[in-house]
């Protein structure tokens, strides 16, 4: 007798009460991430994700498992629909703006975190997949580029929890260094915004450490980090790449059997192109634009309400500090390369 399936009605009934447990806890961090946008949203909803989650566990471990549904579908389809939403603040017109003398910087603090986190992580016995994770949001723009390399690399709800932890303190650590940096070094606020948008991760960071600076210094800042945030998409092309091989491998399979590349690059990078180019065409409204990067920031609130709702805090204390010691070492290569690339320029 055939398998019969459940009606597309059950399936959702199934999910909606995590879905709305993620929503409502994710409307409590909106409020505190627009309290304190050095916090964020995002890490707001992550962390406060892991403390409920906590007490449901001990409490009601029955809700834990109805929950379950939801919250995995709002860790992953609500997060993919998240990144595509982040194409509509990007357009070619940014990239030309900023100018070829930022891309030397750019590259070479990317460069040098994604080789330091494969190599020092390796060094430091932490797992791949949290490595990538700590690798790919500092070198990138934090929550957002965790937030497309998690359904990629199919990351574990405590490795994600551990990342944003990770990249979020060295955020704070960022914003009050850099100011008085900058101000020692005797940079403009020119060079200031550029320091600031590619030695920063997490977009609420880099205004809070730039707007101290001044305004100039802001705007700058901002241009810079919308533009590196296009880096997002070799690097998760890449790490398919990688999955795929690693995949092909475990099942026995060549390594030199060529995958379809239509299963290579996920459907949420190519509905970023898609809308980054329509962006790119004027054809979004500008007054659409901050409409649409308060949504995205709300669904990737929501996702990672639902991944720290989710997370294995024993597994997440079993982690020990090296990550947080590898996040720290990686922060520190991105500040020194990117000083170093602007004195040598």
Not at 126 to 148: F, H, K, P, W, Y
Not at 164 to 190: C, D, H, K, R
Request: net charge positive.
């Amino acid at each position: 007798m055939p398998q019969t399936t459940a009606p597309p009605t059950a399936t959702w009934r199934t999910r909606l009460p995590g879905l709305a447990v993620a929503v409502a806890l994710a409307l409590v961090a909106t409020a505190v991430g627009t309290a304190l946008p050095v916090v964020g949203s995002p890490v707001s909803g992550v962390l406060l994700g892991v403390l409920v989650g906590g007490l449901l566990r001990r409490r009601s471990p029955t809700l834990v498992g109805r929950l379950a549904p939801g919250l995995t579908t709002a860790s992953k389809l609500v997060l993919q629909v998240a990144v595509v939403l982040l194409g509509a603040r990007l357009s070619l017109a940014q990239v030309a703006q900023v100018g070829l003398e930022s891309l030397p910087v750019m590259l070479g603090t990317v460069a040098v975190c994604l080789a330091g986190a494969a190599l020092i992580g390796r060094a430091l016995g932490v797992g791949r997949e949290l490595r990538t994770l700590i690798g790919t949001g500092t070198a990138i723009c934090g929550a957002s580029a965790i937030a497309a390399v998690t359904p990629v690399v199919r990351a574990s709800s405590s490795n994600v929890a551990y990342a944003l932890s990770t990249v979020f303190a060295f955020n704070i650590a960022a914003v009050l260094v850099f100011p008085p940096l900058g101000q020692l070094l005797g940079m403009s606020e020119e060079a200031f915004g550029l320091f600031a948008g590619t030695a920063v991760n997490d977009t609420s960071s880099v205004v809070a450490a730039a707007a101290t600076f001044g305004s100039v210094a802001a705007d700058h800042a901002v241009v810079v980090k919308l533009v590196r945030t296009l880096l997002i998409i070799p690097i998760v092309i890449g790490l398919g790449l990688a999955v795929a091989r690693r995949d092909r491998l475990a099942a026995g399979a060549t390594a030199t059997a060529r995958p379809s590349v239509l299963r290579l690059v996920p459907w949420f990078l190519v509905g970023f192109l898609v809308l980054a180019g329509v962006n790119s065409l004027g054809v979004v409204p500008d007054s659409w634009h901050s409409p649409l990067a308060t949504a995205a920031t709300f669904l990737i609130t929501v996702a990672l309400t639902a991944i720290g709702l989710s997370t294995d805090l024993p597994a997440l204390r079993a982690a020990g500090v090296r990550p947080l010691l590898l996040g720290g070492v990686l922060w520190l290569l991105v500040t020194g390369t990117a000083l170093a690339i602007m004195w040598a320029l």
